[in-house]
């Protein structure tokens, strides 16, 4: 039983290292991989084994997307015309799940990945959102229902490009999405 458990993990492992761009063989065993791995990835966090960065990517990821969600109990202060706590809040969990997978891959290769060509677009469009909605946020004088309306688009264009730019590293996921929509909603599309 824990064979077969400790085997699907490594499996799970294998093919997460597939996803972000470090191979990894089945042969190998674990100190060779290990060393392989470290040897791929930036010298940010050198002394860290693969199992450990995937912790530390997975604690990353749902820390930030819990910090994300958490914003939204600020979300009444924002359509009251107080939008930083919200803002602040919402944008520092985006950040950090943005980043959690440079414990994956490290900075460089992360910032490859981002500008990838498939996702270039959605990267730049995902980056550009959240500088717009924390520079919105910062600037005095503007009307608070314009700067409401202003903030809600840019949040739900932020929160669609994350998702799209996060369906970008799951295989055939895009194509699904565009399928389910032309399916089920294409007479409005």
Same mark, same amino acid.
């Given at each position: *039983?824990?064979?077969?458990?400790?085997?699907?993990? *490594?499996?799970? *492992?294998?093919?997460?290292?597939?996803?972000?761009?470090?191979?990894?063989?089945?042969?190998?065993?674990? /100190?060779?991989?290990?060393?392989?791995?470290?040897? /791929?990835?930036?010298?940010?966090?050198?002394?860290?084994?693969?199992?450990?960065?995937?912790?530390?990517? $997975?604690?990353?990821? $749902?820390?930030?997307?819990?910090?994300?969600?958490?914003?939204?109990?600020? &979300?009444?202060?924002?359509?009251?015309?107080?939008?930083?706590?919200?803002? +602040?809040?919402?944008?520092?969990?985006?950040?950090?799940?943005?980043?959690?997978?440079?414990? #994956?891959? !490290?900075?460089?290769?992360?910032?490859?990945?981002?500008?990838?060509?498939?996702?270039?677009?959605?990267?730049?469009?995902? #980056?550009?959102?959240?500088?717009?909605?924390?520079?919105?946020?910062?600037?005095? !004088?503007? /009307?608070?229902?314009?700067?409401?309306?202003?903030?809600?688009?840019?949040?739900?264009?932020? *929160? +669609?490009?994350?998702?799209?730019?996060?369906?970008?590293?799951?295989?055939?996921?895009?194509?699904?999405?565009?399928? &389910?929509?032309?399916?089920?909603?294409?007479?409005?599309?």
């Amino acid at each position: *039983m824990a064979s077969s458990l400790r085997d699907s993990a *490594m499996k799970s *492992m294998a093919t997460a290292a597939a996803a972000v761009g470090i191979s990894r063989t089945e042969s190998e065993d674990t /100190e060779t991989t290990e060393t392989n791995a470290l040897e /791929e990835m930036s010298d940010v966090f050198p002394k860290l084994t693969y199992q450990q960065r995937v912790i530390g990517f $997975g604690i990353c990821f $749902g820390v930030g997307y819990l910090i994300t969600f958490t914003s939204f109990k600020f &979300f009444i202060t924002l359509v009251e015309g107080k939008p930083l706590p919200f803002v +602040c809040v919402y944008t520092l969990g985006n950040v950090l799940s943005l980043l959690s997978s440079t414990f #994956l891959c !490290g900075p460089s290769k992360q910032i490859s990945n981002m500008f990838h060509e498939k996702r270039k677009w959605t990267t730049i469009t995902y #980056l550009s959102t959240i500088a717009l909605t924390l520079i919105i946020a910062f600037i005095p !004088g503007i /009307e608070k229902i314009i700067r409401l309306i202003i903030l809600v688009l840019l949040l739900i264009a932020q *929160m +669609c490009s994350s998702l799209w730019y996060s369906l970008s590293y799951l295989p055939f996921a895009r194509r699904g999405v565009i399928k &389910f929509v032309k399916n089920n909603f294409g007479d409005f599309v």
